[in-house]
């Protein structure tokens, strides 16, 4: 709770702001004012964090390597609390720290002074970095490269791993914050608001040059991840040049290293006639490279499924339009990667639950709901490794496959959805087994009284396991957050999107509590950190309001039994921006993150941009969702007419797949009231691309709008009149839902004639179908609009079949 408060605080807007008339001078509210809320924040969650890792550092366990007589557990209540709040607010002090840059930077109207602020960030990196390297003990593992630490003469320092551990992951840390200053000073070499594209296949190739040089680096890494897991320690305790600790010949990390795996190694992986056993590669004799058959599964699959994914998109008229094959419900290419992830997850699953000895000795084995327990909580790590590939929206193995994040999200919470349940069952079948050993209480979070005996397994002797207590902590808070709230996405965005903020405890917990996890975690992981650093990046360019107008058209509601018609006026919030990003804008029809923190610090939200990629200005068309929400409060701004310079604009993006409707003959697209935004930016681009003799093989474009009232169709008249003499025929057909009580439709508006009702999509395809022939290339139909709306044209195209409609819907939902 004291997590989310914190989150809440840096977030929220004040309601009297939302609410209360500007100031009369028509400035917007100055966005420095929740700078010293933010400061305090920072402030006061980094002190907790840092309090709260020395007092775990003075444990016994860290400092004495483990239980002692007088200590047998080897830590106490306050210490593990004190671990737990370091967990806890450091995200908070890291998304406090990363807001308040943010608005440091946009507040500074001063080049030098940005650039001096950048500096400050360098300064604040490097000393990060020298934290990590010599306070905490980074230097243990990073002096030697982790990987030539065997080489090295063994050392007394970190008995237990923990402070090379957590001391080379600050050293990481600092790291990133060095390239992000470095990137702060790069974004002061570029002009503000440049101009867009000069022709739209300049963005289409560096798309393609970047989707390609993903793949090619992704196949590589992937291998060289295999090694790296066959090479280094599974579990952080091993991280250590001591060797007394364990009673071993030599230290923790040479004894890993130079160990063999598999049925008969020095260190016993599997039981006697096990399918699935670890092959052993010999380089020296001080370097083993063990090939667990977990993490070759894992890494074979995301080899073999990124390969094909890349092929497809290298080749989308041979081996992408033979996945892109509608089967049933589905696609050949997702039935296929559900089978190849089904085969995956049951050799898997059989490695975990039959073949695998326990703790090298077996002594686990024994008991079926150790062994299930255990089983569930690889598969659950396994599954977590897997989700955090596609949760960063520039992640290189969607740029491979040629697919946009918003488009994989399904994949993102299907591996969730497995994710928790792998989880309850681990947390569920535990909870039997502690009741089995008679000591349920173990099940409980914040228990510094957990007992679970295991040496020996049924001993009286309690567990000196710290990260499980401090597991259990985690994860009933998560539990909530990932299985309850999602739920309520619809009805309550920022619910769900704060309360996923929960990862940033989770992940790090996991990577305390289990062996194996950084096998699995640690490459999404890493992509999803320069993903954020990248994002906040992109936020940190300057962007130029130059225009906020409200848009006002007047509609009426449906009229129904019992319920008469009534006036509910569109209100649209039209804005007008330059930013650098307009060169990155690749396709018609992307979007981008927005966030105006003089309405909310920490609301981001996603809309279309309704310009061409070719404008040298970018557009979005805002509509209103009601008072008090973040799109209200957009345009209670604008009418009351808010000078555009003294608004503050964060932008992250543009987010969205490469679409060229030069590429096909006949292209439709249908939108539903607000909709219309990334119809407007295709129809602006081919027009542009047609007048400067780039209209490729387009022949017929034809856009079907459907509005409450001819008059939201006048709204964006000035956008859709793109001229005659195109190269192409272009045909506008908008349909007006609704009337006022006792009037008929209007039958036209400044786009042309309108029609009363809705369209009928069999009709619409129908008759584009009729100069389609055998050969030839299937009709481009995109929707975006209303889920019934989009329904009805994707059951009118799957009725004309795949070979004659090539149908995608372009609404998200987030």
Request: charged share 15%; hydrophobic share 50%; with cysteine.
């Amino acid at each position: 709770s004291l997590f989310g408060a914190a989150i809440m605080a840096t977030s929220s807007a004040p309601r009297d702001e939302a609410r209360s008339p500007l100031r009369s001078d028509k400035s917007a509210a100055p966005v420095g004012q929740r700078l010293p809320l933010l400061l305090v924040t920072f402030a006061v969650s980094f002190v907790i964090s840092a309090a709260g890792l020395k007092t775990f550092l003075m444990s016994d366990f860290v400092v004495k390597g483990g239980p002692t007589p007088d200590n047998p557990r080897s830590y106490i209540l306050a210490e593990l609390l004190a671990f737990i709040g370091f967990l806890a607010f450091s995200p908070v002090a890291a998304i406090a720290a990363m807001s308040s840059l943010l608005t440091l930077r946009k507040v500074q109207t001063s080049r030098t002074r940005r650039s001096i602020m950048a500096v400050a960030v360098l300064a604040a990196g490097a000393a990060l970095a020298a934290t990590g390297f010599e306070t905490l003990e980074g230097r243990e593992m990073i002096s030697c490269g982790f990987v030539w630490c065997y080489a090295a003469a063994p050392s007394q320092v970190d008995p237990t791993g923990f402070k090379a551990t957590v001391g080379s992951g600050v050293f990481g840390l600092g790291l990133l914050v060095m390239a992000f200053s470095l990137g702060l000073l790069s974004l002061e070499a570029r002009s503000s608001g440049s101009e867009g594209l000069l022709e739209l296949g300049t963005g289409v190739r560096r798309h393609d040059q970047k989707r390609r040089l993903s793949a090619v680096l992704l196949l590589l890494a992937l291998p060289a991840l295999l090694l790296l897991c066959g090479l280094l320690p599974n579990v952080w305790d091993r991280f250590s040049r001591t060797a007394a600790s364990k009673g071993l010949a030599a230290h923790s990390l040479k004894y890993f290293m130079q160990a063999t795996g598999g049925i008969d190694g020095t260190m016993k992986s599997e039981k006697p006639g096990a399918w699935l056993v670890t092959q052993n590669w010999r380089w020296s004799d001080d370097v083993v490279v063990k090939l667990f058959p977990d993490t070759v599964l894992f890494y074979a699959f995301l080899e073999i499924s990124i390969f094909v994914a890349a092929l497809a998109a290298e080749f989308p008229k041979s081996v992408g339009k033979v996945l892109a094959r509608r089967v049933g419900p589905g696609t050949v290419g997702r039935w296929l990667l559900a089978a190849w992830f089904a085969i995956f997850l049951g050799f898997y699953v059989r490695y975990w639950a039959v073949d695998h000895l326990y703790h090298a000795d077996g002594k686990y084995n024994k008991f079926p709901l150790e062994v299930a327990a255990r089983t569930c909580g690889c598969t659950a790590v396994m599954l977590l490794g897997l989700l955090l590939l596609p949760a960063s929206k520039s992640s290189p193995v969607l740029t491979a496959a040629g697919i946009s994040w918003e488009s994989a999200l399904w994949v993102h919470m299907t591996l969730g959805i497995l994710f928790l349940l792998a989880a309850c069952g681990h947390v569920v079948i535990y909870f039997a087994r502690f009741v089995e050993m008679g000591h349920a209480a173990d099940i409980l979070p914040f228990n510094a009284g957990f007992f679970y005996p295991q040496n020996p397994v049924g001993g009286k002797s309690p567990s000196d396991n710290w990260a499980v207590p401090m597991m259990s902590a985690v994860f009933w808070p998560s539990l909530v957050c990932f299985g309850v709230f999602p739920w309520f996405r619809r009805s309550s965005y920022e619910l769900f999107r704060y309360s996923h903020y929960m990862s940033l405890v989770l992940v790090p917990a996991l990577l305390w509590h289990a062996a194996n996890v950084w096998y699995f975690v640690l490459p999404g992981l890493v992509l999803w950190c320069v993903d954020r650093v990248l994002r906040l990046l992109g936020a940190c360019e300057i962007v130029l309001v130059q225009d906020l107008e409200p848009l006002t058209a007047e509609c009426w509601t449906d009229a129904r039994p019992g319920q008469p018609s009534r006036p509910l006026p569109e209100l649209i919030t039209k804005v007008t921006f330059a930013w650098n990003g307009q060169q990155r804008v690749h396709s018609p029809g992307m979007y981008v993150l927005v966030n105006f923190p003089q309405i909310s610090m920490n609301e981001w939200h996603p809309f279309s941009l309704s310009s061409s990629p070719l404008d040298s200005k970018a557009t979005l068309h805002v509509k209103n969702m009601g008072k008090g929400s973040f799109t209200g409060r957009l345009n209670h701004l604008a009418q009351a007419g808010v000078a555009p310079g003294s608004l503050v604009m964060n932008i992250q993006g543009p987010y969205g797949p490469k679409v060229d409707l030069c590429k096909c003959p006949r292209a439709v697209l249908v939108a539903g009231g607000i909709g219309i935004t990334p119809m407007v930016s295709a129809i602006r681009c081919a027009a542009q691309q047609g007048r400067a003799g780039q209209a490729g093989l387009l022949r017929r474009l034809r856009l079907i709008w459907v509005t409450r009232s001819a008059a939201v169709a006048d709204l964006l008249a000035e956008e859709l009149s793109v001229g005659d003499n195109l190269p192409f025929e272009l045909q506008l057909d908008i349909f007006c839902s609704t009337s006022s009580p006792g009037e008929e439709a209007p039958s036209s508006c400044l786009l042309g004639p309108v029609k009363a009702g809705l369209p009928d999509f069999n009709a619409v395809l129908a008759e584009e179908a009729q100069a389609v022939t055998g050969g030839s290339q299937p009709i481009f139909v995109r929707a975006c609009g209303p889920p019934p709306m989009v329904a009805a044209c994707a059951k009118a195209s799957e009725a004309m079949g795949e070979t004659t409609v090539d149908f995608q819907p372009w609404s998200f939902v987030l």
